[in-house]
């Protein structure tokens, strides 16, 4: 079956003139698609936006630091096998085996965090942190971490050999605890215990709003291991001397845990190494279920916008009978007045589509926006949303239009 372009143009007008004549009945008509679409749009964009900033988060970590934990950052607790359930967790010795034995490695950082029920105490004067955290760590986390300072010093060597009570305060803790006075050489307290204030670090700006370190005490790892002996759970970062020798530090970890933690030749080693790409993958995979979930979502609402657009299409059919009798009493085939239903349908359809690809690049946008996330428009997604409504218009105007090129012209004629 073969159309002219003359009886495409004809049958796209009649659609625009059905949306004309009735502009109450096509915008309920098209209403289920233009949500569908907008949903899937603004969806996309939103996830899209929400890639990028996790990106750019998991960039700012640095492309050489590896990551040394317990378990695996994806790791399914109810899953755990019997050897994971007894690993021992990482200590400030394994730490000081990786900067010794590990050539490759530029600067260790253990991190250990301490979380007091009701939240942690630190004062000053009479203002109080907003559930501040407080770390224990060593000199090297500024270097690991690409951290830079707002006021004074960040912990010295001298700080960890002396188990001294200093600290560096994160800048919305400063801020809480100072309102905007210098905060060096001020003396608070951290659950009770007198802390001297030695550095600010610069504000850390994070693309989903986490306080991090801003809202955070940092103290020598080994005045944290003397206040919270209980505290056993490290975690370890480690910054390799370039990106070119990730494998060689990776592989010299490794031998070094393995060593320290006395895991036996042909076991599996008893911690988990994660770098750049680790957080990546986590994130595609996040971002593969929610593109799993938002197609889910929207194919209701595609589908509700299907069946309107069948039941107003087979209104317009009995509608305009007496219509299609007289186009087929002057030589009208089955195949124009067919194809002329279709037509009308997918331009219904597609009319809504382009609504919905507006309003949702509107949304996403927005959404992108309020949430300080990059902006993104996803010209591929457009492409779909814009195909996927007039593929809805196709297959629900096919009954419609069947059922109208079937009529008989006498049947038709004699209508009213």
Known sequence: MVLSSVEIKEAIGMGLSSLRANK???????????????????????????????????DSLGSNTIYVTKFSMSQDHDEMTEEERQREPITANEAKA??????????????????????NDIKYLN??????????????????????????????????????????????????????????????RLNGVKFLVVGVLEEFKSNFGDEGENNTALIPLATFERLYPWEKELFLAAKAESFESMGK????????????????????????????????????????????????????????????????MLVSVTERTREIGIRKAIGAKRSNILIQFLT??????????????????????????MLGWPTT??????????????????VSGMYPAIKASRLDPIDALRYE
């Open 24 to 58: 109450f009945r096509a915008s309920l008509t098209i209403l289920g698609v233009m949500i569908g679409v907008a949903s899937v749009i603004a969806l996309a964009s939103i996830i899209n936006g929400m890639n990028l900033a996790m990106n750019e988060e998991i």
């Open 377 to 394: 428009v996803s010209i591929t997604w457009a492409i779909i949303g814009f195909l996927t409504s007039t593929t809805v218009g196709l």
């Open 344 to 369: 009308e349908a997918m331009t219904l359809s597609g009319f809504g589509g382009v609504v919905g690809i507006i309003l949702g690049l509107a949304i996403g946008i927005i959404v992108q926006l």
């Open 249 to 312: 530090a990776q592989e010299e970890i490794i031998n070094a845990l393995r060593i320290e933690r006395g895991d036996r030749f042909g076991k599996p080693n008893s911690f988990e190494i994660a770098t750049q790409e680790t957080f990546k993958e986590l994130a595609q995979d996040i971002a593969k279920y929610l593109y799993f979930a938002m197609l889910v979502i929207t194919s209701v609402g595609l589908m509700v916008g299907g069946i309107g657009v069948m039941n107003i």
């Open 98 to 119: 990786v900067a010794v034995n590990c050539p490759s490695i530029d600067a260790v950082s253990p991190q250990n965090y301490y979380f007091k029920q009701g939240g």
């Open 127 to 188: 203002r109080k942190g907003n559930s501040p955290k407080i770390m224990g760590t060593w000199p090297d986390y500024v270097n690991v971490n690409v951290r830079d300072m707002d006021q004074g010093r960040f912990l010295n060597d001298l700080d960890e050999m002396h188990k001294t009570n200093v600290c560096v305060i994160g800048s919305q803790l400063a801020e809480a605890l100072f309102e905007g006075d210098g905060a060096v050489d001020k003396e608070i």
